[in-house]
């Protein structure tokens, strides 16, 4: 169809082989921490390093603090939880400014979101209102509190898990917030296999979470390899191929709500992310379709409650470009 | 243009099949309505619409991408549609212009190649696809242009794809769940391929099955209708009569300057056909009659008219070899042309007395004609009977043009009910020949006189209910020769009749009998007669009858009757035997018979391109009638080979003569056929085999520039040879995954699927260069086969475990 593909600014920015070497120690550190679970920490990497936010909703026990913690470790930042109940407030979220006593004035005590990792646990027990506050921070990667802007790591990362969504006492995220989110993951249980191990590794250990990752990037690394993963190829026909899974979505009849452009936007980035997971600096169909699942099962407003078998029909019927 | 065809077209090549089915349609209908202009100027016009209507679709295709919808599509296409009637006038200023259904043709011809050329939308495209079908199918209908039959049958051939892949993509947009699979290509390709197979067969079958579709497309021709640029329609109304424009129009006028000289008369023709009646001296026949009073007028009549040459002897030459040679030089000059329904009787002579060798003609009758105005134009309508026999189905419309034919009587079918001669509106031109055949009062019919007939035709399957009283039509008709050998006839039709119930059950039988164990041929000698006249004797000796000589020799009645010996003896005979013997027969049962004598108008000389049968001197045919009551009549055909009209065919009989004929094509040439069909048969078994092998050294035989087109086909040959087998890749799979699964690569070729990555995706080719060639080898067709257990056919694998299965119960 078009001519060749020339692997734009792929050659400058490309990505190192020592850069690549660490997402793989990443990968080796974060699948010790969560042993069995190959899949999830692969989609949680394309997460991280295409600057999105993961919503993992499982039941309690699972490991996702185990993850968070270990994710917050191996990219060598601050980690912070926030245990969501009904009365947190915005400001237990975001931080408050407190009154001086010595210099007589106001001064901001900030709150967990000023981690590079935030767990947000079970994000789906706190009031409407803590929630739209810690999505704010989400997107805008920045607080703002009594008029004051305050500017958030570049690296924030924030792993919100919550329950199935049909429990007492819990407020369901609406679409809009749910959009904000790069992907939805359920990390399960593990193998019977994994299972024994786990069982036999605990044996004289005090603790019950495995030993800490190791950390992986220096300060700063981390949004300087996000960088040029933003620029890996993407061929025309892949572009294309986003595009009609995204009018697929719009116009099945299933879907209530269909794929935005933001969607879009987050579906390519994680497509990249991928590719360079893979140590290839282009886009594949095969990645777009690796990561559709979580990307798209966060922000489709389906009729009924599982979305994976819409995304897979969608995935199915819509055609995939062969060349560029 | 990806996003266009996305959101329009649909699957890939819908524009071009729709531009291509729009062309060909067009083409079929400039095909066809250009036969009467030169064959440049055909040409000219199908280059010109194909190049403007190509060149249209790939501009609009360019702009597509840009378009939401195309703009002004409707105004474009009035005017395209309307351009042609308002060209019109002036075309027929300057004296070329075109029939009213031609430009109306022609004006939605435009108006589909407009819809064609905007294709790309897909409400444009199924529009464009219907109107195209209407165009084709009119177009076939006005033409037997051998072109348009075969751009007819591609057409079918792309219409049933492009239906089916419509179809499938409709199925895809509603239901994408259900749709994993594709379009079943093969299966269309057969089907389409058997479909064209059929339509080939007939057309070009000696029957004509296309010949049965004439007559439901409307034409400009009728009998209402006055243009002077009008096609010769059904009904063929105002062009045929004048006969002058268009040589078309009816009759082949080159040979009109010579027909005045030499003109060979009726008799001439009879007696040509039949040979010469040899006189037998000897004897004196009579007749006997039931009613004894009427005994002497007959007697009386018979010498008269024997006496005045108004007799047909069937006592008569054979034909011998040198005058057989002749025969065949002298056809070729029709004596007239018959349009309508055929096969045709058309009535000549009647006679009604025969004396066992020869028979005399029938009573004129008195009667006048009267002339009625239909539609403003006169008809002569003879004397009707009265109506108390609902055997007639439906009136039937003939056409005679008389070229030569010497005789006062117009041929025309038994029942005749109308006659009309363009401008001949007085009833004394008319008069009424022997019992009731029109004639015109004067010598001979003009020659090129054009003549329609209307006539009633009998619905035999009425005849067992409705004929159910004997009735005569005078002694005349029911009298039989005074003679010993008419005891063994009336033996022969007891036997014959003895298992028949009614009188039609008679008819039926004797007519059977004498189809089916008598042989028809002309000119065959009756050798009983040999003993009458001297002369014959050594041309029996030439015809070498012997076992007859024998028999008959040990006989002492030496003057055997030529139709007991036609029926008792040589078993073989011409038309007039088996029309006397069937006369006879049914005279021997009760019933009132003549001999009629006229021309037979065959449906296997039907001439498709003029649409009417030439009727030759050798048509020249002799049956017999039998009396119903009432003044209605029955044609009874007793000699094989010859058939009667019956009532106008349903469209399911039509369909049924359709496939007859194209049976007749297949079985004609049992060998080709035989031979094309294992030839198919293995294709279609090997089908993917073969394929697969020529893709193959394609693939070998191209020179590729660059690693990454190299790649890429080799990846296209490996895709392409699972989907033979039927491993379709899915829409939603990518080819990576896909070829990974399907040929179950080991590490070696992943890094193939590697660099086929990056040639797909990314414009270059990282890692070590991959050898493709040892690649396709390895992964060949047959061994794709195995690792998926998919045989060569479903079929044969059915019947191989049909097979095994039973074998193995047998040993258990």
Same mark, same amino acid.
């Given at each position: 169809?078009?001519?060749?593909?020339?692997?734009?600014?792929?050659?400058?920015?490309?990505?190192?082989?020592?850069?690549?070497?660490?997402?793989?120690?990443?990968?080796?550190?974060?699948?010790?921490?969560?042993?069995?679970?190959?899949?999830?920490?692969?989609?949680?990497?394309?997460?991280?390093?295409?600057?999105?936010?993961?919503?993992?909703?499982?039941?309690?026990?699972?490991?996702?603090?185990?993850?968070?913690?270990?994710?917050?470790?191996?990219?060598?930042?601050?980690?912070?939880?926030?245990?969501?109940?009904?009365?947190?407030?915005?400001?237990?979220?975001?931080?408050?400014?407190?009154?001086?006593?010595?210099?007589?004035?106001?001064?901001?005590?900030?709150?967990?979101?000023?981690?590079?990792?935030?767990?947000?646990?079970?994000?789906?027990?706190?009031?409407?209102?803590?929630?739209?506050?810690?999505?704010?921070?989400?997107?805008?990667?920045?607080?703002?509190?009594?008029?004051?802007?305050?500017?958030?790591?570049d690296e924030f990362f924030v792993i919100a898990t919550q329950n199935p969504v049909d429990q007492h006492g819990t407020y369901p995220l609406p679409e809009a917030q749910l959009d904000r989110f790069a992907m939805k993951l359920s990390v399960g249980y593990p193998g019977r296999e994994h299972e024994l191990d786990m069982l036999e590794a605990a044996i004289g250990e005090t603790a019950d979470t495995p030993g800490p990752v190791d950390p992986v990037f220096a300060a700063g690394e981390l949004s300087a390899v996000q960088k040029s993963i933003a620029a890996i190829a993407v061929a025309p026909s892949i572009r294309d191929y986003i595009v009609r899974l995204g009018e697929a979505t719009r116009t099945h009849r299933l879907v209530e709500l269909g794929l935005s452009p933001r969607g879009l936007l987050t579906l390519q980035r994680a497509a990249q992310a991928k590719a360079a997971l893979s140590h290839r600096d282009f886009v594949t169909p095969d990645y777009v379709q690796d990561v559709a699942e979580p990307v798209l099962g966060v922000r489709l407003g389906v009729d009924g409650d599982d979305s994976l078998p819409v995304v897979r029909e969608i995935l199915e019927s819509v055609e995939v470009p062969t060349e560029g | 243009m990806r996003k266009a065809e996305k959101t329009t077209t649909g699957f890939r090549a819908a524009v071009p099949l729709t531009v291509g089915l729009g062309l060909l349609a067009a083409s079929i209908l400039t095909i066809a309505s250009g036969e009467d202009s030169g064959r440049v100027w055909v040409f000219a016009e199908l280059v010109l619409q194909a190049v403007l209507a190509v060149s249209a679709a790939v501009w609009i295709g360019r702009k597509a991408k840009d378009w939401e919808t195309p703009p002004s599509?409707?105004?474009?296409?009035?005017?395209?549609?309307?351009?042609?009637?308002?060209?019109?006038?002036?075309?027929?200023?300057?004296?070329?212009?075109?029939?009213?259904?031609?430009?109306?043709?022609?004006?939605?011809?435009?108006?589909?190649?407009?819809?064609?050329?905007?294709?790309?939308?897909?409400?444009?495209?199924?529009?464009?696809?219907?109107?195209?079908?209407?165009?084709?199918?009119?177009?076939?209908?006005?033409?037997?242009?051998?072109?348009?039959?075969?751009?007819?049958?591609?057409?079918?051939?792309?219409?049933?794809?492009?239906?089916?892949?419509?179809?499938?993509?409709?199925?895809?947009?509603?239901?994408?769940?259900?749709?994993?699979?594709?379009?079943?290509?093969?299966?269309?390709?057969?089907?389409?391929?058997?479909?064209?197979?059929?339509?080939?067969?007939?057309? &070009?079958?000696?029957?004509?099955?296309?010949?049965?579709?004439?007559?439901?497309?409307?034409?400009?021709?009728?009998?209402?209708?006055?243009?002077?640029?009008?096609?010769?329609?059904?009904?063929?109304?105002?062009?045929?009569?004048?006969?002058?424009?268009?040589?078309?129009?009816?009759?082949?006028?080159?040979?009109?300057?010579?027909?005045?000289?030499?003109?060979?008369?009726?008799?001439?023709?009879?007696?040509?056909?039949?040979?010469?009646?040899?006189?037998?001296?000897? #004897?004196?026949?009579?007749?006997?009659?039931?009613?004894?009073?009427?005994?002497?007028?007959?007697?009386?009549?018979?010498?008269?008219?024997?006496?005045?040459?108004?007799?047909?002897?069937?006592?008569?030459?054979?034909?011998?070899?040198?005058?057989?040679?002749?025969?065949?030089?002298?056809?070729?000059?029709?004596?007239?042309?018959?349009?309508?329904?055929?096969?045709?009787?058309?009535?000549?002579?009647?006679?009604?007395?025969?004396?066992?060798?020869?028979?005399?003609?029938?009573?004129?009758?008195?009667?006048?004609?009267?002339?009625?105005?239909?539609?403003?134009?006169?008809?002569?309508?003879?004397?009707?009977?009265?109506?108390?026999?609902?055997?007639?189905?439906?009136?039937?419309?003939?056409?005679?043009?008389?070229?030569?034919?010497?005789?006062?009587?117009?041929? &025309?079918?038994?029942?005749?009910?109308?006659?009309?001669?363009?401008?001949?509106?007085?009833?004394?031109?008319?008069?009424?020949?022997?019992?009731?055949?029109?004639?015109?009062?004067?010598?001979?019919?003009?020659?090129?006189?054009?003549?329609?007939?209307?006539?009633?035709?009998?619905?035999?399957?009425?005849?067992?209910?409705?004929?159910?009283?004997?009735?005569?039509?005078?002694?005349?008709?029911?009298?039989?020769?005074?003679?010993?050998?008419?005891?063994?006839?009336?033996?022969?039709?007891?036997?014959?009749?003895?298992?028949?119930?009614?009188?039609?059950?008679?008819?039926?039988?004797?007519?059977?009998?004498?189809?089916?164990?008598?042989?028809?041929?002309?000119?065959?000698?009756?050798?009983?007669?040999?003993?009458?006249?001297?002369?014959?004797?050594?041309?029996?000796?030439?015809?070498?009858?012997?076992?007859?000589?024998?028999?008959?020799?040990?006989?002492?009645?030496?003057?055997?009757?030529?139709?007991?010996?036609?029926?008792?003896?040589?078993?073989?005979?011409?038309?007039?035997?088996?029309?006397?013997?069937?006369?006879?027969?049914?005279?021997?049962?009760?019933?009132?018979?003549?001999?009629?004598?006229?021309? #037979?108008?065959?449906?296997?000389?039907?001439?498709?391109?003029?649409?009417?049968?030439?009727?030759?001197?050798?048509?020249?045919?002799?049956?017999?009638?039998? #009396?119903?009551?009432?003044?209605?009549?029955?044609?009874?055909?007793?000699?094989?080979?010859?058939?009667?009209?019956?009532?106008?065919?349903?469209?399911?009989?039509?369909?049924?003569?359709?496939?007859?004929?194209?049976?007749?094509?297949?079985?004609?040439?049992?060998?080709?056929?035989?031979?094309?069909?294992?030839?198919?048969?293995?294709?279609?078994?090997?089908?993917?085999?073969?394929?697969?092998?020529?893709?193959?050294?394609?693939?070998?035989?191209?020179?590729?520039?660059?690693?990454?087109?190299?790649?890429?086909?080799?990846?296209?040959?490996?895709?392409?040879?699972?989907?033979?087998?039927?491993?379709?890749?899915?829409?939603?799979?990518?080819?990576?995954?896909?070829?990974?699964?399907?040929?179950?690569?080991?590490?070696?070729?992943?890094?193939?699927?590697?660099?086929?990555?990056? &040639?797909?995706?990314?414009?270059?080719?990282?890692?070590?260069?991959?050898?493709?060639?040892?690649?396709?080898?390895?992964?060949?067709?047959?061994?794709?086969?195995?690792?998926?257990?998919?045989?060569?056919?479903?079929?044969?694998?059915?019947?191989?475990? &049909?097979?095994?299965?039973?074998?193995?119960?047998?040993?258990?």
């Open positions: 169809m078009s001519a060749v593909v020339t692997p734009s600014q792929s050659t400058d920015s490309a990505l190192t082989e020592p850069t690549l070497r660490k997402l793989d120690a990443l990968r080796d550190g974060l699948n010790e921490a969560l042993k069995g679970k190959a899949e999830v920490v692969e989609h949680v990497l394309v997460c991280l390093l295409s600057r999105g936010h993961l919503l993992l909703e499982d039941k309690p026990g699972l490991g996702k603090t185990t993850l968070a913690k270990a994710v917050a470790q191996g990219v060598g930042g601050r980690f912070a939880r926030v245990q969501c109940t009904p009365d947190l407030l915005p400001s237990d979220v975001t931080g408050f400014n407190i009154y001086n006593q010595k210099t007589h004035e106001f001064e901001f005590r900030e709150g967990p979101v000023f981690a590079d990792v935030l767990l947000a646990d079970e994000i789906n027990r706190a009031t409407p209102r803590t929630q739209s506050a810690l999505l704010e921070a989400m997107a805008e990667r920045q607080v703002t509190y009594d008029g004051t802007r305050y500017k958030l790591s | 599509v409707s105004p474009v296409l009035v005017v395209l549609g309307f351009g042609t009637f308002v060209c019109e006038p002036f075309y027929r200023t300057f004296g070329v212009g075109r029939p009213g259904e031609i430009v109306l043709m022609d004006g939605l011809k435009h108006v589909v190649l407009g819809l064609a050329v905007v294709s790309y939308w897909r409400q444009y495209r199924r529009l464009a696809v219907l109107m195209s079908l209407f165009l084709m199918m009119f177009a076939v209908s006005i033409s037997t242009d051998r072109a348009v039959q075969i751009a007819a049958g591609i057409f079918a051939a792309v219409a049933l794809f492009w239906a089916a892949a419509d179809y499938w993509e409709g199925l895809r947009d509603s239901l994408i769940a259900e749709s994993k699979g594709g379009v079943p290509r093969w299966w269309l390709a057969g089907v389409a391929v058997a479909f064209v197979a059929v339509l080939a067969t007939a057309s &070009a079958g000696s029957g004509g099955g296309l010949q049965n579709l004439t007559g439901f497309m409307p034409s400009s021709g009728g009998t209402d209708w006055y243009d002077p640029y009008a096609r010769d329609g059904v009904r063929d109304g105002d062009a045929v009569v004048a006969g002058s424009k268009d040589i078309r129009s009816f009759a082949p006028i080159e040979d009109a300057p010579f027909m005045v000289d030499d003109r060979p008369t009726l008799y001439d023709v009879f007696d040509d056909s039949y040979e010469e009646p040899v006189k037998n001296k000897k #004897y004196q026949r009579a007749i006997s009659l039931v009613q004894e009073f009427a005994i002497d007028r007959c007697q009386q009549r018979l010498a008269q008219l024997k006496k005045a040459g108004k007799e047909f002897s069937t006592f008569r030459k054979p034909k011998d070899e040198k005058q057989k040679g002749r025969m065949s030089d002298r056809d070729g000059g029709a004596m007239f042309y018959v349009a309508g329904r055929t096969p045709l009787h058309l009535r000549l002579r009647a006679y009604d007395l025969f004396d066992g060798e020869v028979w005399v003609e029938e009573d004129e009758e008195v009667g006048v004609f009267n002339i009625r105005k239909v539609d403003g134009k006169p008809w002569a309508i003879p004397p009707l009977p009265p109506e108390s026999f609902a055997v007639f189905a439906a009136s039937e419309g003939h056409m005679l043009k008389i070229i030569d034919l010497d005789t006062a009587v117009i041929p &025309a079918p038994l029942h005749t009910r109308g006659v009309h001669i363009d401008q001949v509106d007085r009833a004394d031109f008319y008069k009424i020949a022997y019992n009731d055949m029109p004639a015109l009062d004067r010598d001979a019919i003009p020659p090129l006189t054009t003549i329609h007939v209307a006539s009633e035709v009998v619905d035999r399957d009425t005849l067992q209910d409705e004929w159910r009283l004997g009735s005569s039509a005078g002694p005349s008709y029911s009298a039989w020769p005074d003679h010993p050998d008419w005891q063994d006839i009336t033996r022969l039709a007891d036997e014959w009749t003895s298992s028949a119930t009614s009188r039609w059950d008679m008819v039926q039988a004797v007519t059977a009998r004498l189809r089916e164990g008598y042989r028809f041929e002309r000119g065959v000698w009756t050798p009983a007669s040999r003993r009458t006249d001297g002369e014959p004797s050594d041309r029996e000796a030439a015809t070498g009858d012997a076992s007859d000589d024998g028999q008959t020799a040990g006989r002492p009645e030496t003057d055997r009757l030529p139709v007991s010996s036609f029926l008792f003896d040589t078993k073989a005979g011409d038309d007039y035997h088996f029309a006397t013997a069937a006369a006879m027969l049914l005279r021997a049962k009760g019933f009132s018979t003549r001999l009629v004598q006229g021309f #037979y108008a065959s449906p296997d000389a039907y001439d498709p391109k003029a649409k009417n049968t030439p009727v030759r001197a050798e048509d020249v045919h002799t049956w017999c009638e039998v #009396y119903l009551g009432t003044r209605v009549w029955l044609t009874v055909e007793a000699t094989p080979g010859y058939e009667v009209l019956g009532p106008p065919p349903t469209l399911v009989e039509q369909a049924i003569a359709a496939l007859a004929a194209g049976w007749r094509a297949v079985s004609d040439r049992p060998l080709t056929s035989l031979a094309i069909t294992a030839l198919a048969v293995f294709a279609w078994i090997f089908r993917a085999d073969l394929l697969d092998f020529v893709d193959t050294v394609v693939w070998r035989a191209r020179g590729f520039t660059d690693e990454r087109s190299r790649l890429l086909a080799t990846a296209g040959l490996l895709e392409r040879r699972g989907q033979r087998i039927g491993l379709r890749r899915p829409a939603g799979t990518t080819l990576r995954r896909w070829l990974g699964a399907t040929y179950g690569f080991t590490f070696d070729e992943t890094s193939f699927l590697r660099s086929l990555d990056a &040639a797909s995706f990314a414009g270059h080719v990282d890692g070590p260069p991959v050898d493709v060639r040892a690649l396709v080898a390895r992964y060949s067709l047959a061994g794709l086969r195995k690792r998926h257990g998919r045989p060569r056919s479903g079929r044969l694998t059915f019947l191989r475990s &049909a097979m095994f299965t039973r074998s193995d119960s047998v040993r258990t």
